[in-house]
C-alpha cells in the first residue's frame, strides 16, 4: 500500500483496528525513532574530541573517551600507538588534522618543547584551527611556558585551557581529576568532553591556575615521599624495621587523614583557630626537637626535620617579627649579637672599648640586622671567610653559634672543613677542623650539664 493513499483508507474506512501487541510495537517504534532523533540532535551539538599525544596519560583519555560513546581524532609521532587501545581510532596525520575535526583537543605530550611544537609549529594544532577550538593542556610545564601558549592561542582567536591530571594510573579508567585553569565560558564549553573521561573536573581560576594547582599538589606528593623517607632512615638507624614504620602509620591512620588535618582547620583566610595553635606548637615542637635529638645520637641528617623545626611559625601561620629589634642602636646591636652567638654572649662584652663598641653598634646593628639573608646564612658567609685566616679561635665562636641555633649539624660541620679544604688550603681547614672539635666538645658538655638548654 502507498504510504500516499493512508488518509483515504482512513476516511473511507476509518482507523485500522490494532492488537494490543501491536499498539506496543508501534509505540516501541516511536520511542525508538525520539531517542534516534535525540542522539542525532546530541551528536550534532556535542563538542568533539581530539588527543594529541597517546602515551600512559594521553591514550588513556582517549580510551576513556572511547568508553563513554565519544571517538576521538587521535595524533601520535608514533603511526602504530593506537594498535594496542580498544576503540581508538588509527592515528591521523598530524596535529592540524586533529585539530579540523575536533572542537576540544588534549595535548598530553612529555614536556614544554614537545607542546610548542604539536601546538605552534608545522602541521601544529593552530594550523588546522578553527574558531570554536579548545585546546586543553595536560603536560606539567612551568607556568611561563603555559602563559606563552595561552598568548600564541589567543592570537589565532583560539581557546586555551590548562589542565593538571592526577592520578596518571587511572587515566584509562575514568578515573582521573581534571584541574583546570581558564575563562568560565570556556571551561563549560569543554566540560562535556573533559567530563567524559575525568572522573571529576576542579575549575581552580583562569588560565595558570590549573597548572599551579597540580605543581603544589606535586610538591605534596614528592613531598611526603620524602618525609617517609627520611622518617623511615631515622626508624631504621634505631633498629626499627620499615614494615613496623608503615604498620603504625597504617593502623593509627588507615585513611591518610593526618596529611590535611590541620590544613582543613584553616578559616576562610587560611589562619587557624588560636586555640588550635596553642594546643599544637608546644606538642609539635617537642617532638621535631626529640626527633633532631635522636638524629644526632645516631649519627644521621634529618634536613627536612630540621626545615620543620626552624619552619614551625609557618606551618601554624603564627605572626612573628624576626626584624623587630630594639630601636636604640646599641641595644639593637646587642640583641642581634644574642641572637648570633646565643644568650649572654653581648653582656660579657665590655662596650667601653672603641673596637667593640664599634662591633656592637654597627657591625651587629646595622649589618647582621639587615633583611635578605638570614643569620645562618651570614654565618656560613662568616665561617668561609674566616677559614681563610687560619684562626680557630674566632671559627670556634662561629661553630659554637651554629650548634646553639641548631643552624648545622655535627656532621654538616665536619662536612663543610672538607669542603672549604679544597677553596682555603689544607694547613686553613686543619685549623677549622680543630674549631669544630673543640666547638662541639663545649657544647655536647653544656647539653649534658642542661639538657633543656
Not at 64 to 71: A, Q
Not at 231 to 239: K, R, S
Not at 256 to 273: E, I, V, Y
Amino acid at each position: 500500500m502507498e504510504v500516499g493513499n493512508k488518509n483515504k483508507l482512513f476516511e473511507s474506512t476509518g482507523p485500522p483496528a490494532f492488537s494490543s501487541n501491536q499498539l506496543r510495537i508501534i509505540n516501541m517504534d516511536d520511542q525508538t525513532d525520539q531517542m534516534n532523533a535525540h542522539l542525532l540532535k546530541r551528536e550534532r551539538n556535542t563538542p568533539r574530541a581530539g588527543v594529541v599525544g597517546l602515551g600512559m596519560i594521553g591514550g588513556g583519555v582517549a580510551i576513556s573517551l572511547v568508553r563513554r560513546g565519544r571517538i576521538p581524532a587521535v595524533y601520535d609521532i608514533r603511526p602504530d600507538a593506537a594498535d594496542s587501545m580498544p576503540g581508538v581510532p588509527h592515528p591521523l596525520r598530524s596535529p592540524a588534522e586533529v585539530a579540523k575535526s575536533s572542537d576540544v583537543v588534549m595535548v598530553a605530550v612529555v614536556n614544554a618543547a614537545q607542546a610548542l611544537d604539536v601546538i605552534c609549529g608545522p602541521d601544529g594544532l593552530l594550523e588546522g584551527a578553527h574558531c570554536n577550538l579548545i585546546i586543553v593542556l595536560l603536560s606539567t610545564v612551568a607556568l611561563s611556558v603555559m602563559h606563552k601558549l595561552a598568548e600564541f592561542c589567543s592570537i589565532a582567536n583560539v581557546s586555551f585551557l590548562d589542565c593538571g591530571v592526577t592520578p596518571g594510573n587511572k587515566a584509562a579508567e575514568n578515573g582521573m581529576v581534571a584541574i583546570v585553569g581558564g575563562d568560565d565560558d570556556v571551561v563549560e564549553r569543554a566540560r562535556p568532553v573533559l567530563e567524559d573521561w575525568a572522573k571529576k573536573v576542579v575549575h581552580c581560576g583562569p588560565v595558570g591556575a590549573g597548572m599551579a594547582t597540580k605543581i603544589a599538589r606535586n610538591v605534596v606528593t614528592f613531598g611526603s615521599w620524602y618525609t617517609m623517607a627520611e622518617a623511615g632512615m631515622l626508624a631504621e638507624a634505631a633498629g626499627v624495621k620499615p614494615e613496623k614504620l608503615l604498620e603504625v602509620i597504617e593502623t593509627a591512620d588507615p585513611g591518610g587523614t593526618t596529611l590535611l588535618q590541620l590544613f582543613r582547620k584553616r578559616d576562610a583566610n587560611g589562619n587557624l583557630p588560636k586555640k588550635v595553635v596553642q594546643v599544637i606548637e608546644p606538642l609539635m615542637m617537642k617532638d621535631l626537637e626529640a626527633a633532631q635529638d635522636l638524629a644526632g645520637t645516631l649519627g644521621i641528617d634529618v634536613p627536612l626535620v630540621d626545615v620543620a623545626l626552624t619552619h614551625a611559625d609557618q606551618t601554624l601561620g603564627i605572626e612573628k617579627e624576626p626584624n623587630s629589634l630594639p630601636g636604640d642602636t646599641q641595644e639593637r646591636g646587642k640583641e642581634m649579637m644574642a641572637r648570633v652567638y646565643g644568650q649572654g654572649f653581648s653582656t660579657s662584652s665590655s662596650t667601653n672599648l672603641p673596637f667593640i663598641n664599634e662591633t656592637v653598634n654597627h657591625l651587629f646593628a646595622n649589618i647582621w640586622s639587615r633583611p635578605g639573608l638570614s643569620i645562618r646564612d651570614r654565618r656560613l658567609l662568616t665561617i668561609g671567610a674566616t677559614a681563610s685566616l687560619s684562626r680557630a679561635d674566632l671559627l670556634q665562636v662561629q661553630i659554637s653559634g651554629a650548634l646553639a641555633n641548631k643552624e648545622l649539624t655535627e656532621e654538616q660541620l665536619h662536612e663543610a672543613v672538607l669542603h672549604l679544604a679544597y677553596y682555603t688550603g689544607w694547613g686553613n681547614a686543619t685549623a677549622m677542623q680543630q674549631a669544630v672539635n673543640t666547638a662541639i666538645e663545649v657544647f655536647n658538655a653544656k647539653q649534658k650539664m642542661n639538657p633543656k638548654d
